[in-house]
């Protein structure tokens, strides 16, 4: 009932150049992906570029942030109107490096979620709790923290167009990838929280799991009932693991 996803985020990796030779070489390599939908979230500077190249395939173009306004003297911003222009289907929001290095808060990714709900983009909203919060046992209450800050004045109607992304952040670039036990049990709290505030649709969001996925951890997590697909960074700069990624074994 809930197609999975295979993101990857390229993060601030690859030239124009580079970028194009990536997707060159996803493009030779997927093969049959109607398994799953599979998303790319290049650097603003490749989208265009990008999307030309994909023109035709089933790969859809993301966006790693947007600003919320449409245009305006905004210097350094990109709007929603720019990404659909360049190509963009999604936009990836609150990604904890957005929320650590350049101080996004559930309420800036709230403004941000409900721009692109006004938009033909989908919001891939980013929540996810540090090292030192699952420590303490907050875990769960910090989760619940940024879904309500985060998803605040939604309707049912603009959460079913929501993916999110649970991203423990001790588990991002560090190669410590969450145990499937361990982020499954975090899912179902996520789905728990959205039936509680959202009633039944909640069972058809996507939520994907993102931390350090690679070729030898996927087909576990994808095994994860509650489990809906990844959100992969590192391991997506390169075709090969990123292939081996999509084409995940249930
Ligand atoms: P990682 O990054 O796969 O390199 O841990 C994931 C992410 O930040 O989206």
């Known amino acids: 009932m809930r197609?999975?996803?295979?993101?990857?985020?390229?993060?601030?990796?690859?030239?124009v150049g580079e970028a194009l030779s990536l997707v060159r070489s996803i493009k030779a390599g997927m093969g049959d992906t109607s398994h799953c939908q599979v998303v790319i979230a290049p650097p603003f500077t490749a989208l265009a570029p990008v999307s030309e190249e994909i023109r035709g395939t089933s790969l859809m173009?993301?966006?790693?942030?947007?600003?919320?306004?449409?245009k305006g003297a905004y210097t350094g911003e990109i709007s929603l109107p720019m990404l659909e222009g360049a190509g963009c289907r999604m936009a990836i929001l609150g990604h904890s490096e957005r929320r650590q290095?350049?101080?996004?808060t559930?309420?800036?990714?709230?403004?941000?979620?409900?721009a692109v709900l006004g938009s033909t983009l989908q919001p891939i909203v980013c929540i996810g709790e540090t090292l030192a919060e699952r420590e303490a046992g907050k875990h769960h209450s910090v989760i619940a923290q940024q879904l309500a800050g985060g998803l605040d004045r939604l309707t049912q109607e603009g959460l079913l167009r929501i993916i999110l992304a649970y991203e423990p952040v001790w588990a991002i670039g560090t190669g410590r990838t969450a145990s499937p036990e361990t982020a499954q049990e975090m899912h179902r709290h996520i789905r728990n929280w959205l039936s509680e505030k959202f009633g039944k649709v909640a069972e058809e969001i996507r939520i994907l799991?993102?931390?350090?996925?690679?070729?030898d951890?996927?087909?576990?997590?994808?095994?994860?009932?509650?489990?809906?697909?990844?959100?992969?960074?590192?391991?997506c700069l390169e075709a090969d693991s990123f292939l081996r990624i999509i084409h995940f074994k249930p």
């Open 3 to 15: 197609i999975p996803v295979i993101a990857g985020n390229w993060k601030m990796h690859k030239t």
């Open 61 to 70: 173009l993301a966006a790693q942030n947007v600003f919320w306004e449409p």
């Open 101 to 104: 290095y350049f101080s996004e």
């Open 209 to 215: 799991y993102g931390g350090s996925v690679k070729p």
């Open 217 to 235: 951890n996927i087909d576990t997590l994808m095994r994860q009932p509650d489990i809906d697909g990844a959100l992969v960074g590192g391991a």
């Open 106 to 114: 559930d309420a800036t990714v709230n403004r941000r979620i409900h």
